[in-house]
């Protein structure tokens, strides 16, 4: 079994940043994309951005240029760099990575963290 531990969440003012953070652990031969997804409250959840394990990344127009993402492959765990923050990034931010199983056979899993909560408020 595979988990995702989420952190990094809170308040914050608009126009600051914040860092998260997605560890995981569990049994898996390799990691293929890891992601952060958001929902916010009435929403549906929504892809924020994504990194696969060669480093190319891929994000959402509205937070290109104002949101990093990176992983180290050597501990399992992706960041979320985000700045500039609005009212409109607040959400309940997920991680997510497709996971190979085993060495030997073609198949990956998609887990899920259970998600940190970012909230942007004067």
Known sequence: ???LVE???GLVQPGGSLRLSCAASGSMFSINI???YRQAP???RELVASITSGGSTNYADSVKGRF???RDNVKNTAYLQ???L???DTAVYYCNADVKVSPYIARYMTYWGKGTL???SA
Do not use: A, L, R
């Open 1 to 3: 079994q595979v988990q």
């Open 7 to 9: 952190s990094g969440g």
């Open 34 to 36: 890891m992601g952060w």
């Open 42 to 44: 009435g929403k549906e």
């Open 68 to 70: 990093t993402i990176s």
């Open 82 to 84: 985000m700045n500039s």
């Open 86 to 88: 609005t009212p409109e």
């Open 118 to 120: 970012v909230t942007v």
